[in-house]
């Protein structure tokens, strides 16, 4: 049932009556709406659907805005929009919520009909896991156009499209659909249809997987503009229930194509906000200013960095107008944000998840740890001091905690309380640059020469042939180069397989690198073996190093590659390897995954100590040998 009611000051008594509002006695009060519907669905289902107000404002006709300026204090922003011919300007605080149950912004007008306007939105779990959403709008007018425009606009026009709308995203949230399944109004460009065909047709000729063409067809043909702007790789793989790998490499193959475009995103590691966006890697900076948070930060490979995809324009236009700014759902891991005034304390009770937290403010540096767990406390004041600064250590507390937030700084403070875990569904530029299908597709994306980026810890690879010499000695020039060109292809047929890719060769050597230490060794290994069945008599061993550490990603020769101590460490590590096993470091023996491999019984490994050139220590290296599984 949708229930509203309408006071000049004060809610009145809820009612059944959805008509327009009789205007208010006096000039320029303000307006209040009340609306409450009833939805089948849980608080945290809607959640993601309620709290995208991007998208909700779009869905109840909110015109396209625009940012004016850089941010203000504790990230309010100056924007514009233009309705009915009317040019509309305001000042909007930032949004506060606590997922999954309220969020709320204050808008202050500068021009149009509107002096102010506040907006909340609340999501009342009840017993049958169902959901009471009540939606309030308060309204200030201007002048005589605003007692006039408020009740016809908000009470009558935006009334019915609110009802409309969550009734819609209750649907979605009951089917268990995402916002990817949802259709939405598709615009072709000219002769777009057509270069979807065949372009899927020339993908499919190129032995590209038909279930993923089709369902990559069938979102451009009927997807939602929104959902198009930034296609996932790995979400689109879930939701399709397919592999993620495959779904990435044929997003890869439909961007060279012609199909799709790609976007690399720079990410601010505190706000998760966009601040950069690069349509190849040589657009990406090596330092980057956050506005929102008033920073510089380092760029990451691992963490700073996400590779997207939207379709070709040529085909269809992606959605890339903005329909609100900074809501709950543009920083999803943001569970509360709060604006306190000086001294203020507020408490707030949200509903968390097992892990790790940080509670932060955009006025202070640092921050306060907690983690969620069962054995925590369930009462707890976080006090954000400029004089005592934030406590050190981890607080536990539980999944439904009390929580009180205090400012005792002489300023205005916004708190945010924000999950630590990056998103699942984020394809970083540090794996997709490991694979060899990039590589092999996008050989010329590199940085900017002179630009080194961290890549965080990858594993590197370094091969050689023992014995080379002595076969071009006994078989003669031509026919021991065509045993080491199959070698080439037997390695990157291997590093392939696994998920890695080759960076360069080096007279008989390769250097290779992957995202984790396991599937670089079982690469290794099975290439050993194959090498050996295929030459048979032949006196030459494929010798092999691993190591695993971090790396800087540099542009040489026109290529994306890598340096630093894991790569000079890295490259030794084969020369100590006999050709019949693999010689990995201890961070290599130490992974987990690798431990999980080393006691499967299919492997045997010795440890032996030595010096390394260039190294002052003694270190502890492993020789791996055995029949390498395919996992």
Not at 306 to 335: D, M, W, Y
Not at 622 to 629: C, D, E, I, L, T
Request: hydrophobic letters at 40%; proline letters at 5%; a negative charge.
């Amino acid at each position: 049932m949708n229930r509203a009611a309408y006071s000049e000051t004060q809610p009145m008594t809820q009612n059944d009556d959805t008509s327009q509002p009789a205007l208010p006695r006096g000039r320029l009060h303000e307006f209040h709406y009340r609306w409450q519907w009833h939805l089948k669905a849980s608080p945290e289902t809607l959640w993601p659907l309620v709290a995208d107000t991007n998208r909700f404002n779009r869905d109840t006709g909110v015109p396209a805005l625009k940012k004016q300026g850089a941010p203000l204090s504790n990230a309010r922003r100056q924007l514009r929009l233009v309705r009915l011919g009317v040019a509309i300007e305001w000042e909007e605080e930032p949004f506060e919520w606590v997922r999954p149950l309220r969020y709320g912004v204050v808008r202050h007008y500068h021009s149009g009909p509107v002096e102010e306007m506040r907006i909340t939105t609340e999501l009342t779990p009840q017993t049958d896991g169902s959901t009471e959403l009540t939606y309030q709008v308060w309204a200030t007018p201007r002048n005589l156009f605003g007692l006039v425009a408020i009740p016809a606009q908000v009470g009558i026009i935006s009334a019915r499209a609110f009802a409309r709308t969550f009734r819609a995203y209750d649907d979605i949230a009951v089917s268990g659909q995402s916002l990817i399944d949802i259709p939405g109004s598709v615009d072709f460009m000219p002769g777009g249809r057509e270069r979807l065909i065949t372009l899927c047709d020339r993908l499919l000729e190129q032995g590209a997987k038909p279930d993923i063409i089709n369902h990559m067809r069938g979102l451009i043909e009927k997807g939602d503009d929104l959902a198009l702007a930034k296609m996932q790789p790995y979400a689109l793989a879930d939701n399709w229930g397919l592999e993620r790998r495959d779904v990435l490499e044929h997003h890869l193959m439909a961007t060279r194509s012609g199909l799709l475009e790609m976007e690399w995103d720079v990410l601010c590691p505190s706000c998760r906000g966009t601040p950069m966006i690069g349509k190849s890697l040589g657009d990406i900076s090596s330092e980057v200013h956050c506005e929102t948070c008033n920073m510089d930060f380092k760029v990451n490979f691992e963490r700073s960095v996400e590779l997207s995809f939207h379709p070709n324009p040529s085909i269809r236009e992606s959605q890339k107008a903005e329909f609100c700014i900074a809501g709950p759902q543009t920083t999803p891991h943001v569970v509360v944000q709060q604006l306190l005034p000086i001294g203020a304390e507020r408490t707030v009770t949200p509903e968390l998840q097992n892990g790790r937290y940080r509670l932060r403010t955009l006025g202070l540096r640092g921050g306060e740890y907690v983690r969620v767990a069962s054995n925590g406390i369930s009462d707890i004041t976080l006090r954000a001091s400029k004089i005592d600064g934030w406590p050190e250590g981890e607080v536990v507390i539980s999944g439904s905690p009390t929580l009180r937030f205090k400012n005792s700084t002489d300023e205005e403070q916004l708190f945010i309380l924000e999950r630590l875990a990056w998103s699942d569904h984020a394809v970083t530029a540090a794996e997709v640059t490991v694979l060899q299908m990039f590589r092999d597709l996008f050989a010329s994306e590199a940085l900017r020469p002179g630009q080194q980026i961290s890549v965080g810890s990858l594993a590197i690879v370094f091969t050689d042939l023992r014995g080379s010499t002595r076969l071009y000695n006994s078989i003669g020039d031509a026919p021991a180069f065509g045993l080491v060109m199959d070698h080439f292809d037997v390695l990157k047929e291997a590093i392939t397989a696994e998920g890695g890719a080759v960076i360069k060769t080096i007279g008989d050597a390769v250097m290779a690198v992957f995202s984790r230490p396991a599937p670089a060794l079982r690469a290794m290994l099975r290439a050993q073996a194959q090498f050996t069945d295929a030459l048979g008599h032949h006196p030459v061993k494929l010798k092999a190093g691993i190591h695993y550490g971090p790396c800087i990603a540099v542009t040489l020769n026109d290529r994306l590659d890598y340096f630093g101590s894991t790569i000079n460490k890295a490259s030794r590590l084969e020369g100590f390897s006999s050709g019949e096993d693999v010689v990995i470091s201890k961070d290599v023996y130490d992974d987990p995954e690798v431990d999980g491999l080393l006691h499967s019984g299919a492997f045997n490994a010795e440890v032996f100590e030595t010096q390394i050139k260039g190294f002052d220590d003694q270190f502890a290296l492993y020789r791996v040998s055995g029949q390498a599984q395919t996992q």
